[in-house]
Nanobody, 124 residues
């Protein structure tokens, strides 16, 4: 499975961005796609996951109510709509795909496929 992110950039605090992640290859080998992020000097952290078949979603507490994850099955693409962005949202955002069990939904170990990352910078 190959994952390619797009949509990052520079935005002012309070603004919005939409990230996209297009999947190709053996897509049947994954049943969930997720977004993680890593800020400079910090560990990678979970942002959101969507189950491919059910559409069930999970969010980190820090983004709930501001970010929305969605999918377009026909395009094999997952989106992350980010609103009310804050400077602390600045990070490289990574798309991930896999077959995580419930206990590993929020952990990077539940995903075997990763994109190259896209930079999101929020200025104050």
């Amino acid at each position: 499975v190959q994952l390619v992110e797009s949509g990052g950039g520079l935005v002012q605090a309070g603004g919005s961005l939409r990230l996209s992640c297009a999947a190709s290859g053996s897509i049947s080998s994954i049943n969930a796609m997720a977004w993680f992020r890593q800020a400079p000097g910090k560990e990678r952290e979970f942002v959101s996951t969507i189950r491919w078949s059910t559409g069930h979603v999970y969010y980190a507490g820090s983004v709930k109510g501001r970010f929305t994850i969605s999918r377009d099955a026909a395009k094999s693409t997952v989106y992350l709509q980010m609103n009310s962005l804050k400077p602390e949202d600045t990070a490289v955002y990574y798309c991930a795909g896999g077959r995580p069990i419930i206990s590993s939904i929020r952990g990077g170990g539940g995903y075997g496929y990763w994109g190259q990352g896209t930079q999101v910078t929020v200025s104050s």
